[in-house]
């Protein structure tokens, strides 16, 4: 049971240049998040879906697109890659019942030159 | 979700009990209070949850105070691998607006040898 998987886990971008993270869950959960972490700092919420085809924004959504075409899947799309862009971004998943702990993944660590 | 106030750092013996303090003076009555923590390199990971009763499963314990208004994460015996970013994070189960937990700077736990 593999859980929550992200790829790629490295990935170095100039300004401007686009890409596509992969978010794969294998538990049937409803509920995904994207969050970035930016060093020193707590996890902050960049979009989440509460369902296949549903996407919402979180805390910092600006410079992200999403998408949820599947169940398993949870996709981040940089369009134009910028500096401030440069963090390290996880990917979670629960179930429909709001009182169960969210499971992450292992990260994705971009740097965007 | 309200916010929750936790020391920047904290250290420990291996072998010795720890107790990791929250302060969360602004906790409503429908806010559960979850613990998690992140080893290095890794994605954050569920540790405990509770409502106003003591908690205790197979990696710690959660004290509640009786007013609720602080909590203590107890691990029982550290070991090396314990060293980690402690999160402490309150929770509401109902109603709407953006979903997914909001993380502060956390606790980070030094082990010593």
């Known amino acids: 049971n593999a859980g929550v998987t992200q790829t790629p886990k490295f990935r170095v971008l100039k300004t401007g240049q686009s890409m596509t993270l992969l978010c794969a869950q294998d538990m049937n959960h409803e509920y995904m998040y994207w969050y970035r972490q930016d060093p020193g700092m707590g996890l902050r919420l960049i979009h989440y879906?509460?369902?296949?085809?549903?996407?919402a924004k979180g805390e910092v959504p600006d410079g992200y697109n999403v998408s949820r075409l599947k169940k398993q899947n949870f996709l981040l799309g940089l369009e134009s890659a910028a500096p401030s862009q440069t963090s390290v971004y996880f990917c979670?998943?629960?179930?429909?019942?709001?009182?169960?702990?969210?499971?992450f993944g292992n990260g994705t660590r971009l740097t965007v030159t | 979700d309200a916010k929750t106030t936790q020391p920047n750092s904290m250290e420990s013996n291996e072998e010795e009990p720890v107790h990791l303090p929250c302060n969360h003076s602004t906790i409503s009555g429908t806010d559960y209070i979850h613990w998690y923590r992140q080893l290095p390199s890794q994605g954050p990971e569920y540790v405990i949850h509770?409502?106003?009763s003591n908690v205790n499963n197979r990696m710690a314990s959660l004290a509640i105070a009786e007013d609720r208004k602080s909590s203590t994460l107890i691990l029982h015996r550290a070991t090396l691998r314990d060293a980690a970013v402690y999160y402490c994070i309150l929770r509401m189960y109902s109603g709407g607006g953006a979903d997914g937990l909001t993380f502060g700077k956390g606790t980070h736990l030094i082990i010593q040898p």
């Open positions: 979670a998943s629960r179930p429909g019942d709001r009182s169960t702990p969210l499971h």
């Open positions: 879906s509460v369902g296949e085809g549903t996407t």
């Open positions: 509770g409502l106003t």
